[in-house]
């Protein structure tokens, strides 16, 4: 099975087509898949584009999104659309599964949970199958986008290698569900193989860290003299994340999937990985 990949310019996506040559990877500027299975992982990726641009996320994640679907009128096809946690917003009791009623707040989180929407009603009225396959937070060498506002625990470990001053929020302790890129893509490709059509996927490594314990062993393992300093969150971020997050992954694992990199693991790779 080959999958036509949009998006494969990101960092899931590059990481993807590098350990799946076999797929093909569909130029930016066309929107037209080339093979009857798809993986869609076209997005942004913060929910911070409200202060610069108020409408990016919802050209990207529904307009392009939509022009899309229109080249899929086919029964055919099967979509493999990239979504995150994002989507289930903040919850009342962890670890979430994928029948957990989703809350999104954001733009960038409830344009993805809007895009699953019409995705799911599209599929419906042309008889097209679909997965929806929500990620957790991605860690690995290679990630060039990483800033305070997307995958800070990358851009706060390069902070450490030069000993810069590190704020953390409400004293890092803070849990977040991490899985290494390539561990991610083996989730992806065991779901786009494997994986009950018309079906919501949670890849996650179903276990709980906190971000300090991440920073601390980060600092450990780089001998650096940078000062942890603990910080209020501010107020957009709290109205827009949740405080502790998770997720089961329990219809993963039931496909086969097993984690290869340890928590432990990660951190060594981005502590000492080329080209920072």
């Not at 999104?65 to 899929?72: G, I, Q, R, T, V």
Request: charged share 25%; net charge positive; hydrophobic share 35%.
């Amino acid at each position: 099975m080959k999958l036509s990949v949009f998006g494969g310019t990101g960092f899931i996506g590059s990481k993807f087509l590098k350990l799946y040559p076999e797929n093909l990877k569909i130029n930016r500027n066309n929107l037209r898949p080339e093979s009857e299975n798809i993986l869609y992982l076209i997005s942004t990726v913060d929910n911070y584009n409200v202060f610069e641009d108020i409408t990016k996320d919802v050209k990207v994640n529904l307009e392009l999104f939509c022009k899309f679907l229109e080249n899929c009128k086919s029964e055919k096809i099967t979509i493999n659309f990239i979504s995150s946690w994002f989507v289930y917003g903040k919850v009342d009791k962890l670890p979430v599964d994928e029948s957990n009623f989703c809350n999104p707040t954001g733009f960038y989180s409830i344009t993805k949970k809007c895009a699953e929407d019409l995705l799911i009603s599209y599929c419906n009225t042309f008889n097209i199958n679909y997965r929806i396959i929500r990620l957790c937070n991605v860690l690995g060498e290679g990630d060039k986008g990483t800033s305070k506002k997307k995958n800070a625990v990358t851009w706060m470990i390069n902070q450490l290698k030069e000993n810069k001053p590190i704020n953390l929020y409400n004293d890092g302790l803070v849990y977040r569900d991490y899985l290494h890129v390539d561990d991610v893509c083996q989730a992806i490709n065991l779901i786009c193989n494997k994986g009950k059509i018309n079906e919501i996927y949670n890849v996650s490594s179903g276990r709980p860290t906190k971000i300090k314990t991440i920073i601390d062993l980060a600092q450990k393992y780089l001998n650096s003299t940078s000062s942890l300093n603990s910080v209020k969150a501010p107020t957009f971020h709290t109205n827009v994340q949740s405080q502790d997050f998770w997720m089961k992954n329990k219809k993963l694992e039931e496909l086969g999937f097993k984690q290869k990199f340890s928590i432990e693991e990660i951190v060594k790779e981005l502590c000492f990985c080329h080209g920072y």
